[in-house]
């Protein structure tokens, strides 16, 4: 029987379809890469030319397979380098190669970068339009049924607003939904306890529209501040936002993991999390769109158009809300804002006279 030369590197061996591992090294025998355990028997076999070596990637452990699908993993790079050597097989993976020339490892990596502005940038804005263009009506019913009943379970509670209170904001809503593109019937107005979200009123893109407890309480008997919020809902659906942001944040999600390659289920979890949370959400420019839809619903409507206005003056008040835009939040309050809200109403008053 040959002999067994010294041992080429120690690791782990795995039997063919096993995730239990036995220590154990790599060694000759007879002409034959051998793998054998810590008394001297063989585990596996074979002539090296059968044998898959895996590139050298950095520190990452090398998988050496034999051809009964066994596998031997050691992270002695060096030791597998030198063997192949001596065996005129020398073969870096350009993972390695990339590792090991940092100019071109930084150039790669900028590339890889402008790949994904370029598409942030230009490719998801019009991939985002053509998905809203050719979504069937049933696709937004099924997200906001599957996103309410979520929120029920995790966020929000039952609505304790005594039933006169509820009556006049109902009543106001219908006002200025009837006046909107989809009419009174296109819209649905529930009432939740905020929990963690507090004072807030935020649409689905199906027309749903939840109303928090205590954005009621902080407007205090102002009906139509309340009124004014819901038309400026109304407008992020009428206006399609939160379809696209829905959309535009599994596209983000997608180019991430695109980009970043296999992350991992956790951080996979959180990205798809944060997505969803990311759709609640609006661009200053939505915003903006909104806050306009409702000053001329409730001017349609004969009602305040400055409701929406002292909204935001409310936040800034009682709230101390003085910030910019943020994605943090689904109604920024900021100085500018009812500015222009003022601006659109003075506008829009003297078309009327």
Do not use: C
């Amino acid at each position: 029987m040959a002999s067994d030369g010294p041992a080429i590197a120690s690791g782990e061996w795995y039997p063919p379809g096993s995730g239990r591992s036995i220590i154990a090294s790599l060694a000759e025998r007879g002409g034959r890469l051998i793998v054998r355990d810590e008394s001297g028997g063989e585990l596996a076999g074979s002539m090296l030319p059968s044998i898959e070596i895996s590139s050298r990637v950095g520190r990452v452990a090398r998988r050496i397979t034999f051809p009964d699908g066994s596998t031997f993993e050691t992270a002695e790079n060096d030791a597998i380098d030198r063997f192949l050597a001596g065996k005129g097989r020398v073969r870096e993976g350009i993972v390695h190669r990339l590792e090991r020339f940092h100019p071109r490892l930084i150039a790669f990596v900028a590339a890889t970068i402008l790949l994904g502005v370029l598409i942030y940038r230009f490719a998801l804005p019009l991939m985002v339009e053509v998905a809203v263009a050719f979504t069937p009506p049933v696709v937004p019913r099924i997200m906001s049924a599957s996103t309410l009943e979520t929120m029920d379970r995790t966020l929000l509670g039952d609505s304790k607003l005594d039933e006169a209170r509820r009556g006049r904001i109902v009543e106001g809503f219908r006002r200025v939904a009837a006046l909107s593109g989809r009419g009174e019937a296109g819209y649905t107005l529930n009432f939740r306890e905020g929990g963690p979200l507090g004072p807030n009123a935020f649409a689905l893109p199906d027309g749903t529209l939840i109303l928090t407890d205590e954005l009621v309480d902080l407007a205090g008997e102002d009906t139509e501040m309340i009124v004014g919020v819901l038309a400026h809902e109304i407008g992020h659906v009428e206006h399609e936002h939160s379809l696209r942001q829905i959309y535009r944040a599994a596209g983000l999600t997608a180019l991430i993991m695109l980009v970043a390659g296999d992350i991992g289920s956790g951080a996979e979890d959180v990205l798809v999390q944060g997505g969803g949370l990311l759709a609640l959400s609006y661009s200053r420019s939505a915003e903006a769109e909104a806050d306009r839809h409702s000053v001329e619903l409730m001017l349609k409507a004969g009602l305040d158009p400055g409701g929406l206005g002292r909204f935001f003056q409310l936040l800034e008040t009682k709230l101390d809300d003085r910030s910019e835009t943020s994605i943090l939040s689904t109604h920024p309050g900021t100085p500018e804002r009812r500015k222009a809200i003022a601006d659109w109403i003075g506008k829009a008053r003297k078309r009327l006279e």
